[in-house]
């Protein structure tokens, strides 16, 4: 959707107005449970439950309920589009977008998490906020948005996962604590979401690849060892910024291994009539991979954050007819609605939970005798080798997820 038509569609929905229809769902037995304990703590806290299961419908009955001036914060224009888009078609609530070259406040609008840091005012405007992937707002560059809460809000913060590998999740729960979690084992055992077969495929590096990482591995010890001693604050925060670089670099290292994109031509063709969806680390190596794949005749697409958003549209809309795997780099993390898939490759991915738990959770939507499977290769004698069996152990619920 361009500017223009996003433009269109909000003028067209201001015209119409709100439904007479009101409330035109029915909350899940869980879903019930989790509105009702927000409301009991206040109407103030978080809601965490896996990705799929409907925690925008929970915001939703809540926004229409409580019929109060409502602020809805997301990570991206897309999400934006997709919450103005529900709550019309559910609940007959017409909201506005507050973001880049659109600014329209209402008694309902949705703006993202860069706009509402930069224009903290907004929260002092409405009653009742809805922090949507809440995560977010524990970050350096949003926390003013959680020091701007005030006690009179009614606040609802959601995310598949609280927890971050920083600790500042620590942060939200001070503010926003957790009033109801359901974790993946239950909505598996309730049948909320498929279950998962994790396929572990070990690939090795070539020797050129190796020693790249054997450097990088090193070069992160020795900073780890100087972050430790050094008793200079500000010496020390500029080497955990170069630990995190190193670390960054370690990932495109294992994003863009030979042999990872001849795992992932051997899984097309295992399932060459299903759509597939790949997770990697870096833009270059799922552009590198997507050619590779062509080059054999399997047809394929990136999905990423340099592409504008009508193109990434136009490829949701032909993915399952022109070509069945889509190869994404993090763009596709949280929060967007994936049509219809079983079937995710992991070839790159960093240890956090939250991310773990977002990746897996985009094949999990729920069919009749549907089993997800999510392909995790990896690189034989690298950090990655943990991957499946954290993947497993969330699956499992041994994993907190804040």
């Known amino acids: 959707m361009t500017l223009d038509e996003f433009i269109s569609f909000i003028d067209d929905v201001e015209k119409r107005g709100e439904s007479e229809e009101g409330i035109r769902v029915r909350l899940r037995p869980f879903q019930e449970e989790a509105y009702r304990a927000w409301m009991e703590r206040g109407c103030r806290g978080t809601i965490i439950a896996p990705t799929g299961t409907g925690k925008t419908i929970i915001a939703g009955y809540a926004i229409k309920v409580l019929d109060e001036p409502t602020l809805i914060v997301c990570p991206t224009e897309r999400i934006l589009k997709m919450w103005i888009e529900r709550l019309r078609e559910k609940f007959g609530i017409v909201a506005t977008p507050y973001y880049g070259q659109v600014k329209r406040l209402s008694k309902f609008t949705v703006s993202i998490y860069n706009t509402v840091s930069t224009h903290l005012y907004l929260l002092d405007r409405f009653k009742m906020i809805v922090f949507d992937e809440v995560h977010h707002i524990a970050s350096d560059t949003f926390k003013r948005i959680l020091g701007r809460i005030g006690d009179g809000h009614r606040v609802m913060g959601l995310t598949a996962t609280l927890k971050r590998e920083d600790g500042k999740h ?6 926003l604590p957790v009033v109801y979690c359901l974790d993946l084992r239950e909505a598996v055992e309730d049948k909320l979401v498929a279950p998962v077969n994790v396929v572990a495929i070990p690939v090795k590096m070539n020797e050129r690849e190796a020693e790249e990482y054997r450097r990088v591995e090193r070069e ?3 900073l780890k060892h100087e972050a430790v001693v050094v008793e200079d604050e500000s010496e020390r925060e500029r080497i955990e910024t170069l630990i995190k670089k190193k670390i960054n670099e370690r990932r495109q290292i ?11 031509y051997k899984i097309a063709l295992r399932h060459p009539d299903q759509r597939i969806l790949v997770f990697s680390e870096s833009i270059e190596s799922i552009e590198r991979l997507k050619r590779y794949l062509i080059e054999r ?5 990136t999905y990423h954050s340099q592409k504008p958003e009508h193109v990434r549209d136009y490829i949701f809309k032909r993915w399952g007819s022109d070509f069945k795997l889509l190869l ?8 967007v609605d994936v049509p219809e898939v079983g079937i ?12 773990l738990v977002q990746r897996k ?12 499977i999510l392909y995790v290769v990896y690189a034989q004698g690298s950090i990655e080798a943990m991957l499946p069996m954290k993947i497993r152990a969330i699956l499992k619920g041994l994993v907190r997820l804040y």
């Open 344 to 355: 995710a490759v992991v070839i790159a991915s960093g240890l956090s939970v939250r991310q």
């Open 328 to 335: 994404s780099c993090r763009a596709l993390d949280e929060g």
């Open 220 to 222: 992160i010890a020795r």
């Open 170 to 175: 620590l942060n939200i729960l001070s503010k």
């Open 254 to 264: 294992l994003s863009r291994l030979e042999a990872k994109r001849e795992a992932v």
């Open 361 to 372: 959770g985009r094949i999990m939507r729920p069919r009749k005798g549907k089993t997800a």
């Open 297 to 301: 005749g399997v047809k394929a697409e």
